[in-house]
């Protein structure tokens, strides 16, 4: 048998990794240097740093519910004291009572919900427009868009308090929704995800199949931008459910949020704390739960836009 027949053809050949094809001297110093080819793990500083920042994240939380659990005495007292205590459910049910919280929840729900699912669809569709989409004027209303998160918000209460008047919405959810449907920031955010995150050949091959801009938009815009979209979401979610300033000059006691509802804990010439505390504590409630439910979610969908990025 002859070496000609030995030969394997060109096709079935394994290309050349680009380890062989490297010197014998540069293979050699690959081969020694330190932690290759090895997975790294984190050493004891990091995590005693870890558990000191989780402790000190953790805090505020196990204080709120040490002084919910007491009473106005006990949380008076000097040293303040570190251990819950028994009064927890009698000073919960006492807030949502006082604090007509039932309502109030419902309200923050409604609002922080659509205010949440507006601000990403309408973020998306303008980042998309203003990362892939080529129109006369875009960086001018891409500055202008920059440019109004530079402004203050109390600079446009009255107009706004005004016009809302004008439009027969005062003392209504619709005051606090309309608004905030969407955000610059999540314009911004929106449009540097896409153009970083979304290749032009996908959006020239749905024009190359006749797809116009909603159509691409849906079926290949969406499922690129997810996990930003999901982290938009609850950002914002989280946002309009403690905001305040804007839910206290636009609602009243009778048809409040959240935090609107809790300052009626603190009227009085002497202020409960452990109420209050007990309110606070129902209010942050729901957003617990929630980055309970979908946190190994919106962290999956991070991790995984970030590795086909």
């Known amino acids: 048998m002859t070496t000609d027949s030995l030969q394997v053809p060109a096709a079935e050949r394994r290309p050349a990794a680009p380890s062989d094809r490297m010197r014998p001297s540069a293979r050699r110093r690959l081969s020694l240097r330190p932690g290759a080819g090895r997975q790294h793990h984190a050493g004891p500083v990091a995590y005693v740093l870890l558990g000191l920042a989780t402790v000190a994240s953790l805090f505020p939380l196990y204080w709120t519910m040490v002084a919910a659990s007491s009473d106005n005495s006990r949380v008076s ?27 109030a929840m419902t309200n923050s729900l409604i609002v922080a919900g659509v205010i949440a699912l507006s601000t990403v669809l309408f973020a998306t569709l303008a980042g998309f427009a203003f990362a892939k989409l080529r129109f006369r004027g875009r960086n001018i209303l891409l500055m202008l868009v920059i440019g109004t998160m530079m402004v203050p918000p109390q600079l446009g209460v009255v107009p706004l308090f005004m016009m809302m008047s004008e439009l027969g919405w005062g003392q209504r959810l619709p005051a606090v929704i309309f608004p905030t449907l969407v955000s610059a920031v999540g314009v911004f955010f929106m449009r540097q995800y896409l153009a970083e995150a979304l290749p032009d050949e996908l959006v020239e091959a749905g024009r190359v199949d006749g797809a116009h801009s909603l159509r691409i938009f849906w079926s290949v815009v969406l499922p690129v931008a997810r996990p930003a979209m999901a982290v938009l979401f609850m950002i914002t979610f989280v946002h309009a459910w403690n905001d305040f300033f804007w839910p206290f000059i636009a609602l009243d006691m009778t048809n409040p949020t959240v935090p609107v509802a809790l300052t009626q804990l603190s009227a009085g010439y002497v202020r409960d704390q452990s109420l209050i505390m007990a309110g606070a504590l129902l209010g942050t409630l729901p957003l617990l739960a929630m980055f309970v439910v979908f946190g190994r979610q919106i962290v999956g969908g991070i991790m995984q836009g970030a590795v086909k990025g």
């Open 77 to 103: 007292r000097t040293p303040p004291p570190f251990l819950p205590g028994p009064h927890l459910f009698e000073n919960l049910g006492k807030a949502w009572q006082d604090a007509a919280l039932g309502k």
